[in-house]
């Protein structure tokens, strides 16, 4: 079946702009996760949600960081007023449950944003 | 707060057996992932562990020790399409799903 799909996969915008990153989880999957991830580095942690319930956002690095899931199947990651600092690779993921249980996440292919 | 680390590059020979280690301090641990992302790709899962000992899947194997907060990966018979990052991940009790990811080892495999 269909994988976790996200887009676009490059986004270039300049600073102070606005950029919307869409993910689509796999069907069915109850779980769905926000990562950023650096070069030569291993995923951060943003936000997550189960359903269309945001669970955790400690991860999001500022208020001009927003996520949402209002039907419980997409999400959306928003940044406002965009600084050259956003810029990095975020990834999708999805899992089709929570807690104690193996419940892999699945990863997007990710979004490049990229802040000039 | 959780704290993950592991070596940030290693070196193989094709068809050699490589350890990749783990250590991590968690506040209530909940499991432990093991990730493979070739470059420029998307994370895959390997390998999970929530009991302590082995986890024999394949060429792969995870082993982990709670009490230690250690784990490894072991790959046997090593491919050159092994060569990727490998990813520790942590999940902490009382925090759904949410892993906190290692930094990752960058295995090279040598012909």
């Avoid at chain 1, 796999?26 to 580095?41: C, D, K």
């Avoid at chain 2, 592991?6 to 641990?29: D, H, K, L, R």
Wanted: proline content about 4%; aromatic content about 12%; hydrophobic content about 30%.
């Amino acid at each position: 079946g269909a994988g976790v799909s996200q887009s676009p996969r490059y986004k270039v915008t300049k600073r102070g702009q606005d950029v919307a990153l869409r993910c689509d989880p796999i069907s069915g999957h109850v779980s769905l996760y926000w990562y950023r991830q650096a070069l030569g580095q291993g995923p951060e942690f943003l936000t997550y949600f189960n359903y269309e319930a945001q669970q955790d956002k400690s991860g999001l690095p500022n208020d001009r960081f927003s996520a949402e899931r209002p039907e419980g199947s997409i999400s959306t990651l928003t940044i406002q007023r965009t600084e050259q600092r956003d810029s990095a690779m975020y990834r999708c993921a999805s899992s089709l449950g929570t807690g104690t249980g193996a419940y892999e996440q699945y990863f997007g292919p990710g979004t490049r944003l990229t802040v000039t | 707060g959780q704290n993950i680390d592991q070596p940030t590059e290693m070196t193989a020979t094709e068809g050699a057996i490589v350890q990749i280690n783990c250590t991590y301090q968690t506040s209530g641990f909940n499991g432990l992932f093991w990730y493979q992302q070739h470059a420029g790709e998307a994370p895959t899962f390997l390998s999970y562990n929530v009991l302590d000992g082995l986890e024999e899947k394949g060429r792969f194997s995870s082993f982990l020790s709670r009490s230690k907060g250690y784990s490894y990966l072991l790959l046997k018979e090593l491919q050159m399409k092994d060569s990727a990052s490998y990813l520790c991940a942590v999940r902490a009790r009382n925090a759904g799903n949410m892993l906190t990811f290692g930094g990752g080892t960058r295995l090279m495999v040598k012909p």
